[in-house]
C-alpha cells in the first residue's frame, strides 16, 4: 500500500469526488480495473466525460458499492472474466503461431 492510498483511507472524511487511482485504492481493485468496471457499466463516472478524459467518481456512491457484497462479487467476477477470455485468446494466438510453423 503506497503512502497516498494511506493517506486517503485515513481520512475521517473522504472528498466529494475521488479520481480513478483513488477509486481504485478506496474499492481494493488495481487502477486498470476501474476501466474495465466502467466499460462493463459496473460503475459510472461523474458527468458525461469524454473517453479520453479524466473520470471522476461521487464518493457517496463509491460508499455504497465498496459495503455490497453482490457488487463486488460481480465485478470481481467481471475482471476474472477478462483476464481469461484475454489470455485464452492469447494462447489461441500462439498455437496458431506454432502450428503454422511447424507446416
Not at 7 to 13: E, I, N
Not at 54 to 75: C, G, I, P, T
Request: hydrophobic share 35%; with cysteine; glycine share 2%.
Amino acid at each position: 500500500m503506497n503512502n497516498e492510498c494511506r493517506a486517503l483511507l485515513s481520512l475521517v472524511t473522504l472528498p466529494a469526488r475521488l479520481s480513478r487511482t483513488q477509486t481504485a485504492d478506496y474499492l481494493g481493485f488495481e487502477p486498470d480495473h476501474i476501466t474495465l468496471l466502467l466499460k462493463a457499466g459496473l460503475l459510472k463516472p461523474l458527468g458525461r466525460p469524454k473517453p479520453n478524459s479524466d473520470k471522476y467518481f461521487a464518493a457517496v456512491k463509491l460508499a455504497e458499492l465498496r459495503q455490497d457484497e453482490q457488487w463486488l462479487s460481480r465485478a470481481a467476477q467481471f475482471i476474472s472474466q477478462h483476464y481469461n477470455d484475454k489470455n485464452a485468446r492469447k494462447s489461441k494466438h500462439s498455437n496458431r503461431l506454432i502450428s503454422t510453423s511447424e507446416a
